[in-house]
């Protein structure tokens, strides 16, 4: 097959295509007389499960499976599959539980008279983050810090926090313009707004399934390149 009807079969360019097979993610093909790459339908069942896997799980993970079923290591390539599925599962229960703390907790950062606040040390302990990941986000603007008048340490409100459990369900999600997105909508959440952090939580759940059944699709194709390889009985 030539490399311009596969490149239109799955809407993609031919440069695309050359770039897969310099990165290893498909078999090197054969050579015409005159220099054209010979695809087969192996080369295409290739392509197609590539562009099926990398909207759930991500060009990195993609790559480093396809190189493992070329190498017929299936037990290797199966690992990273359920690697990635098990963190958009925890991800998922994360979402959920946002979802209803949010419905019965008051985003008030206010404690009668007395702000609450917490050190960055704390949330991270609260929300199993690396403190690296919080500077980030504040970094990016994404949340906000103020200053500790005594010691000038970070110091972080109640919303921030809400913010941060809300961003952590999406950290691992792979790059799209849903994603940025959410993102924005969380760094623009009005603390005082519960109904609108409480929209936020069940978007993000909802992107979170989403993203799931683009997984389904890509283990679909994965399974089916998997039987033409007759690497499953």
């Not at 562009?51 to 480093?64: C, I």
């Not at 949340?143 to 500790?148: V, Y």
Request: neutral net charge.
């Amino acid at each position: 097959m030539r490399p311009i009807d596969i490149a239109n079969q799955l809407n993609i360019s031919t440069s695309t295509l050359r770039n897969y097979e310099t990165k290893g993610l498909v078999p090197i093909p054969a050579r015409s007389s005159n220099g054209y790459r010979l695809y087969t339908e192996e080369h295409v069942t290739y392509f197609t499960c590539i562009q099926a896997m990398e909207p759930g799980f991500g060009m990195d993970a993609t790559s480093e499976i396809l190189r493992n079923i070329q190498c017929k290591e299936m037990d290797s390539a199966l690992r990273i599959v359920n690697e990635v599925q098990a963190n958009l599962h925890r991800d998922t229960l994360l979402a959920e539980s946002n979802i209803q703390i949010f419905e019965t907790e008051h985003l008030n950062i206010l404690d009668s008279h007395e702000m609450i606040w917490m050190t960055i040390g704390e949330v991270a302990e609260e929300t199993s983050l690396p403190r690296s990941t919080i500077r980030h986000w504040e970094k990016v603007g994404l949340i906000l810090s103020s200053r500790d008048p005594q010691n000038d340490y970070r110091r972080y409100n109640r919303s921030q926090l809400h913010k941060i459990m809300l961003l952590r369900t999406l950290r691992p999600a792979v790059y799209s313009l849903d994603l940025i997105g959410l993102k924005q909508a969380i760094a623009e959440m009005d603390p005082y707004d519960v109904e609108h952090a409480k929209r936020i939580a069940h978007q993000s759940l909802k992107f979170l399934y989403k993203v799931k059944q683009e997984q389904l699709r890509g283990v679909h194709n994965l399974y089916k390149l998997c039987r033409l390889l007759n690497l499953m009985d």
